[in-house]
T-cell receptor, first 118, second 108 residues
Framework: KAGVTQTPRYLIKTRGQQVTLSCSPI?????VSWYQQTPGQGLQFLFE???????NKGNFPGRFSGRQFSNSRSEMNVSTLELGDSALYLC?????????????????FGEGSRLTVL | GQQVMQIPQYQHVQEGEDFTTYCNSS?????IQWYKQRPGGHPVFLIQ?????EVKKQKRLTFQFGEAKKNSSLHITATQTTDVGTYFC????????FGKGTLLTVNP
């Protein structure tokens, strides 16, 4: 069974540009969540999509957005990039998703997209 | 909002020594998950604890969930160089919240 696939793996952008990252979840998983990882800040939750609907959202500005397609593939977009957006962006898929409570499922992470903003 | 604190932030040990990382939540949790991230890698699920006072073992790793379901620990006995990485806890209540992780380095 193929794992979670994220593209691109590495990218360099300049301030003010925008970027789109893609995530293909494990087959059969309907939940995709996105995390930003920076040194010292750990894993910061961006948002979760389940069956094409945003189900949870973290505390990030509106420049960060996402969507999920009918095949469960997900994209996230960051507009008007800032230097502080440089990070590893991780996507995780799950069968039950971040539903909370005892139904919270195991997350399967992709290898991430490392974004550098110059 | 729900907060999950994890200590220590860093731990350096000699190979063969034991290691423990602790996780504390500001709210009662439904369950807690543990992940390991090797240097340059991505987080990989280790285990999920659900019951109050639950203890689970995976070879040299022992995971505990507190009686009040607000704290958890991961203990590694006789560390090896392959244990190097960052260990994250993630507490679940109405959402899954990650701790900032403990970076473990092992001196051979």
């Amino acid at each position: 069974k193929a794992g979670v696939t994220q593209t691109p793996r590495y990218l360099i952008k300049t301030r003010g540009q925008q970027v789109t990252l893609s995530c293909s979840p494990i087959s059969g998983h309907r939940s995709v969540s996105w995390y930003q990882q920076t040194p010292g800040q750990g894993l910061q939750f961006l948002f979760e999509y389940f069956s094409e609907t945003q189900r949870n959202k973290g505390n990030f500005p509106g420049r960060f957005s996402g969507r999920q397609f009918s095949n469960s593939r997900s994209e996230m977009n960051v507009s008007t990039l800032e230097l502080g957006d440089s990070a590893l962006y991780l996507c995780a898929s799950s069968f039950t998703g971040l539903a909370g409570g005892p139904n919270t499922g195991e997350l399967f992470f992709g290898e991430g997209s490392r974004l550098t903003v110059l | 909002g729900q907060q999950v604190m994890q200590i220590p932030q860093y731990q350096h040990v000699q190979e063969g020594e034991d290691f423990t990382t602790y996780c504390n939540s500001s709210t009662t949790l439904s369950n807690i998950q543990w992940y390991k991230q090797r240097p340059g890698g991505h987080p990989v699920f280790l285990i999920q604890l659900v019951k109050s006072g639950e203890v689970k073992k995976q070879k040299r790793l022992t995971f505990q969930f507190g009686e009040a379901k607000k704290n958890s620990s991961l203990h590694i006995t006789a560390t090896q160089t392959t244990d190097v990485g960052t260990y994250f806890c993630a507490g679940s209540n109405y959402k899954l919240t990650f701790g900032k992780g403990t970076l473990l380095t092992v001196n051979p």
